[in-house]
């Protein structure tokens, strides 16, 4: 099993390889040869979670030297509970927020580590992690790596414009990890973390890998949980569901859409957005135009240049296919808002703002048919803007609470590579 660029102009690696070069030498992403054709005979025996990720997962590794650590490498990363939730009889919520920092990024973070860590065994040189974030990649990242062997990782983010708690959970880190709060914008952060890769010298010295949402190790664990879930409604319901999933850099998405292309029963994948309106309006003139992110109350979902869709025009050639496949529709930060509040009133239950979007989305479109909204993070994490709608407190898990109760370590530094690379 190969990987070849988007771009087409770098050579054919394994998934291992692929995994450690992150962006192709070309500048594109990696994408399967070919998608390989996974019999979904193991879908009813009712495996747990970490062997079901295995059987999804390690066709993409055939003939990789981690073939056979597969399933070991998702017992090490799938710890929690994937619950698939019913708000009534056709309408789900794929609840993917009980890892270690809330978010489904941890479903990512947590394989891509692992495997690193695997791959790691074999090298004399420690690897160095470089994650620029503007709240939740690095902290499921940070979480991931935390003790890994053999890797150390240097999170960055913009001094004062991350949200409280998500700077508690970027900092309360010891070992392996530092975190640098820099003094300027995300873009700024992610400009460092750009011209250190580009600096040759600099790269093979520390041994630079990247862990953002274009690493091929993120996406493969993204199909997992939409076969699961589709297994489950079925098994609950005797129909497959229409997915409906929160996007922003469409990392989550493509996951779908690869799974789908694995032979999944994946009836139709839909995308909400937020006021970043780059996908709605190239599905609607043929014309893709990237704009400057703009902030919204889903702030995680502030793309306006989302890297992954070079992914999703790979898979659908022309734009006719592109068009016939992915639907994504635009919501409002007064929507979103509104959507928090009245899911509360209707049926009880406590969105995040992206799960908002979704939700929204969902009673909005396709309020008549069977429905799996993906919730993407624990509406503890941006209490700020979910409190004030619902008119009470947001319990807070476990795992946010002990994370938050720890002793913070940070370095403060000027946009400056040698800041960065000097301790
Ligand atoms: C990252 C993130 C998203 C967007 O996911 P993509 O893979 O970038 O499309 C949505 N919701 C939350 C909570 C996130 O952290």
Not at 127 to 143: H, P
Not at 285 to 311: F, H, L, W
Request: charged share 25%.
């Amino acid at each position: 099993m190969k990987f070849i660029s988007t771009r087409g102009k770098s050579p054919a690696v394994t998934a291992s390889e692929a995994i450690v070069n992150g962006l192709a030498p070309d500048g594109g992403l990696y994408v399967p040869e070919r998608f390989p054709e996974i019999p979904m005979d193991f879908l009813d025996k009712g495996l747990p979670y970490p062997l079901f990720a295995a059987k999804i997962i390690q066709p993409f590794f055939k003939g990789d030297p981690l073939f056979d650590r597969i399933p070991e490498i998702c017992e090490k990363a799938f710890t929690f509970d994937v619950p698939l939730r019913m708000l009534d009889d056709k309408k789900g919520i794929l609840e993917l927020f009980y890892g270690p920092t809330a978010a489904f990024k941890d479903f990512g973070a947590r394989f891509l580590a692992s495997a690193l860590e695997s791959i790691q065994e074999k090298s004399r040189q420690l690897l160095t992690i470089l994650v620029a974030t503007s709240g939740d990649t690095g902290s499921a990242v940070a979480s991931a790596f935390y003790k890994k062997k053999g890797i150390r990782v240097k999170v960055l983010f913009p001094k004062g414009r991350v949200s409280l708690r998500q700077e508690k959970q970027l900092t309360c880190w010891d070992t392996n990890i530092q975190s640098y709060s820099v003094e300027g914008s995300f873009d700024d952060c992610q400009k460092l973390v750009k011209d250190a890769f580009q600096d040759e010298a600099l790269k093979t010295k520390w041994h630079l890998s990247s862990a953002n949402s274009i690493n091929l190790g993120r996406l493969l664990p993204q199909m997992v949980y939409y076969v699961y879930a589709a297994q489950e409604y079925y098994r609950q319901k005797g129909r497959y569901p229409v997915f409906i999933i929160p996007s922003g850099n469409v990392g989550n998405s493509v996951g779908a859409y690869w799974a789908r292309e694995c032979g999944a029963p994946l009836k139709k994948i839909v995308l909400a957005v937020n006021a970043n309106k780059t996908i709605p309006h190239y599905l609607e003139t043929g014309k893709y135009i990237p704009g400057k992110s703009i902030q919204t109350v889903a702030n995680a979902m502030d793309v306006g240049d989302p890297s992954n869709m070079e992914r999703i025009m790979y898979l659908f050639k022309d734009f006719t296919t592109l068009k016939r496949n992915v639907s994504a529709f635009s919501v409002s930060d007064k929507e979103i808002r509104e959507e928090i509040r009245s899911t509360f009133k209707l049926f009880n239950y406590i969105l995040c703002p992206h799960t908002a979007a979704g939700q929204f989305v969902r009673e909005r479109f396709f309020s008549d048919i069977d429905t799996i909204v993906v919730s993407t993070a624990h509406p503890a994490k941006f209490e700020s803007i979910v409190e004030p709608e619902i008119g009470k407190s947001v319990p807070v898990p476990k795992s946010l609470q002990k994370m938050l109760s720890k002793e913070s370590s940070v370095t403060s530094i000027k946009p400056d590579m040698k800041a960065l690379f000097t301790t």
